[in-house]
């Protein structure tokens, strides 16, 4: 079957660094996304990586590693408005995308 | 980014009513749409996915019956919770896609609050 994991919740301290990790396992791969999801709202899109290597945008940073399933989304400089929940999303060989459950992030001043 | 618009944002309506919700690319042309359903604390279920002008795959164990989806343009898709109960109450998220495998993804709807009561 497909799997997407990533931690339920964690919790970091305003101006910090904090690294949230996905692992994956899907029938192919046409992409890995991250979206970040305020509660009660929709997702919004961060980042994309279809390639192995670091994309960095800003703040916000994701890696990916194909060979091993796995990626990370880094946030760097966090701030109060950064809490939120983080969804992995992985693109099948059907082009559909696989979503995890998604890591509650909490920011503490 | 592309903007989907998606309305009502929230709903009220009672048991046994219908309620319809509509999902709108504003700037391009969408020729997948996905709708989702999320519960509290849970990530987004996949309901259906409609290309236009032809009818809805839906994933499994979704009543097609119960969640009409019917995409009759190329900027418009829309879902229709018929005989709402209130175990129905969830947050219905659409999403629009402008090519088939695009390495975009695809956009998001604000989102819709339905609450059944």
């Known amino acids: 079957g497909q799997n997407i994991d990533q931690p339920t919740e964690m919790t970091a301290t305003e101006g910090a660094i904090v690294q949230i990790n996905c692992t994956y396992q899907?029938?192919?791969?046409?992409?890995l996304f991250w979206y970040q999801q305020h509660a009660g709202e929709a997702p919004t899109f961060l980042s994309y990586?279809?390639l192995d290597g670091l994309e960095e945008k800003g703040r916000f940073s994701s890696f990916l590693s194909r060979s091993k399933g796995y990626s990370y989304l880094l946030l760097k400089e966090l701030q109060m408005k950064d809490s939120a929940s983080y969804l992995c999303?992985?693109?099948?060989?059907?082009?559909?995308?696989?979503w995890g459950a998604g890591t509650k992030l909490i920011i503490k001043p | 980014g592309a903007v989907v618009s998606q309305h009502p944002s929230w709903v009220i309506c009672k048991s046994g009513t219908s309620v319809k919700i509509e999902c709108r690319s504003l700037?391009?042309?969408?020729?997948?749409m996905f709708w989702y359903r999320q519960f509290p604390k849970q990530s987004l279920m996949l309901m259906a996915t409609?290309?236009?002008?032809?009818?809805?795959?839906?994933e499994q164990g979704v009543e097609k019956d119960k969640f009409l989806i019917n995409h009759a343009s190329l900027t418009l898709s829309t879902l229709t919770v018929t005989s709402a109960h209130p175990e129905d109450s969830s947050f219905y998220i659409c999403?629009?896609?402008?090519?088939?495998?695009?390495?975009?993804?695809?956009?998001f709807g604000q989102g819709t609050r339905l609450t059944v009561v």
């Open positions: 999403s629009a896609r402008g090519g088939e495998g695009d390495s975009t993804e695809a956009f």
């Open positions: 700037d391009f042309q969408a020729t997948t």
């Open positions: 409609s290309n236009e002008g032809s009818k809805a795959t839906y």
């Open positions: 899907t029938s192919g791969f046409n992409g």
């Open positions: 990586n279809v």
């Open positions: 999303a992985v693109k099948d060989s059907n082009y559909q995308l696989i």
